[in-house]
């Protein structure tokens, strides 16, 4: 019954115990976890990666600005996943902390995969972002003609300051601990 209720914690993407159990309730080939406790299905990688996040329960003030300063970077996944792509493209929403990642090949095709990005924005939420902000990096310069015929606000932080392009580095972060939280909780060698 433990095992079970662990393979199904994991299977549903570690949902709170209560959930679980009501998931168990109303799915017919889940086994009854009216008996399994918070100890049970325990897993440490997760929990470890748990302590770094801290969700907001809080309300969205003013719902129509969002989406519309959005921070952007580009970061690499070393040694090389098998994929083949190396290279992710993150776009976070400052109000709402959402955020798109986008896998790249090569630095070559971020303005692609950026267009692409900001037009898949556009087709959803009926609207272009207000502001895009992005160190200075020369991979996003070819960019600029795109955005003012959008009409974007562009604007750029000096290149390698941290302190200037912290919510971006900051989510980077945090994605490349749950990417080794997983490698941890699979059993795989950190080298990978």
């Known amino acids: 019954m433990i095992k079970a209720a662990r393979l199904w914690y994991v299977r549903l993407g570690h949902i709170r115990l209560n959930l679980l159990r009501k998931t168990a309730l109303v799915t017919k080939r889940m086994p009854d976890l009216s ?5 049970h299905i325990a ?13 907001s329960f809080k309300a969205i003030i003013n719902p ?8 952007g970077d580009i970061f690499v996944i070393r040694p090389i996943p098998l994929n083949n792509k190396p290279y992710r493209l993150i776009l976070v929403d400052w109000k709402t902390r959402f955020k798109i990642i986008r896998l790249l090949k090569s630095k070559d095709k971020i303005i ?7 037009e898949e924005i556009n087709n959803t939420f009926k609207r272009y972002p207000v502001y895009l902000y992005y160190d200075k990096g020369k991979e996003i ?5 795109y955005l003012r ?28 601990k749950r ?3 997983v490698i941890i909780a699979l059993g795989l060698p950190s080298s990978l």
């Open 149 to 176: 015929k959008k009409g974007i606000i562009f604007s750029e932080s000096s290149p390698y300051t941290y302190n200037q392009n912290g919510l971006a580095k900051r989510i980077i972060q945090v994605v490349l």
């Open 141 to 145: 310069s070819r960019l600029r003609p």
């Open 64 to 71: 129509p600005n969002a989406l519309g300063r959005i921070k």
């Open 112 to 118: 692609t995969k950026a267009k692409a990005t900001i």
């Open 179 to 181: 990417l080794r939280a």
């Open 43 to 55: 897993c440490k990688s997760y929990n470890a990666v748990k302590l770094l996040r801290q969700p």
């Open 35 to 39: 008996g399994i406790r918070p100890k």
